[in-house]
């Protein structure tokens, strides 16, 4: 059995794809601070 990565472009595509459900995670998060200080701002 071969390790796991070792396809060719296998674990940049795991890793990519890691990257962005953790970038759209992060944005959302913010995005979500950013609603609820304005409506508490207002």
């Known amino acids: 059995m071969r390790?796991?990565?070792t396809g060719p472009g296998?674990?940049?595509d795991r890793i990519?794809?890691?990257y962005e459900t953790t970038a759209f995670g992060a944005v959302?998060?913010?995005a979500q601070a950013l609603v609820v200080a304005v409506?508490?701002?207002a």
Do not use: D, E, S, V
């Open 3 to 5: 390790k796991p990565g």
């Open 10 to 12: 296998q674990t940049g």
């Open 16 to 18: 990519m794809r890691n």
């Open 28 to 30: 959302a998060l913010i």
């Open 39 to 41: 409506i508490f701002a």
